[in-house]
Nanobody, 121 residues
Framework: QLQASGGGLAQAGDSLRLPCKASRRNAYSMGWFRQAPGKEREFVGAVMYGGRKTYYADSVEGRFTISRDAVASTMNLQMNSLKPEDTGMYYC??????????????????WGRGTQVTVSS
């Protein structure tokens, strides 16, 4: 199971950190997706198992950072310089079926329930 937390209200330019805790140690890659009201779910970022590589959506590159503590089975999404368009439900994911497909929601096997992030202008 995946448990995301840390969501809440923020103003443009603020920072938030979203932790995701896995119920047990795992050998999976992990990542984040988000979904705004009326929009499709979109890829935010991912970290491959062992932290050897990270991927980010163009829209968050340079503002968001993913880190992982494999021993603690946690992954963090540090979000800086937040924008209103970052508003959405953020989902923690794990078990990437194929690295080249990391931007596809269908490529991830496990999904957490999500945590809401709302950024006001």
């Amino acid at each position: 199971q995946l448990q995301a937390s840390g969501g809440g209200l923020a103003q443009a330019g603020d920072s938030l950190r979203l932790p995701c805790k896995a119920s047990r140690r795992n050998a999976y890659s992990m990542g984040w997706f988000r979904q705004a009201p009326g929009k499709e779910r979109e890829f935010v970022g991912a970290v491959m198992y062992g932290g050897r590589k990270t991927y980010y959506a163009d829209s968050v590159e340079g503002r968001f950072t993913i880190s992982r503590d494999a021993v603690a089975s946690t992954m963090n999404l540090q979000m800086n310089s937040l924008k209103p368009e970052d508003t959405g439900m953020y989902y923690c994911v794990a078990q990437l079926l194929r690295e080249s497909s990391h931007m596809l929601a269908s490529a991830w096997g496990y999904w957490g329930r999500g945590t809401q992030v709302t950024v006001s202008s």
